[in-house]
């Protein structure tokens, strides 16, 4: 009942910039966690960054400074702002939200040029 949509995914430059946007629409009360997630082909998934309903936010190690995630509550969507990226960047990002249940989304590809 609850599906979530990603958008914002593309071809850039190293050193270049993304936001990543993920809309959760149906049947919602409240998210209590919103997270972004990444698979490079032939890797594991692998979690990239998440926040709470409250503001507080975790990131991987390996996106610390660069990448920034937020959320409008009132609208249900995430988003990932990704600075300062990298080819080991590339990757398909997937938004995950926690409700009583957990969903995902398709994904969107983000690729990094050398």
């Known amino acids: 009942q609850v599906q979530l949509v990603e958008s914002g995914g593309g071809l850039v430059q190293a050193g270049g910039s993304l936001r990543l946007s993920c809309a959760a629409s149906g049947s919602i009360f409240s998210i209590n966690t919103m997270g972004w997630y990444r698979q490079a082909p032939g890797k594991q998934r692998e979690l990239v960054a998440f926040?709470?309903?409250?503001?507080?936010?975790n990131y991987a190690d390996s996106v610390k400074g660069r990448f920034t995630i937020s959320r409008d509550n009132a609208k249900n969507t995430a988003f990932l702002q990704m600075n300062s990226l990298k080819p080991d960047d590339t990757a398909v990002y997937y938004c995950k939200a926690q409700l009583r249940y957990t969903y995902w989304g398709q994904g969107t590809q983000v690729t990094v040029s050398s």
């Open positions: 926040i709470h309903s409250g503001g507080s936010t």
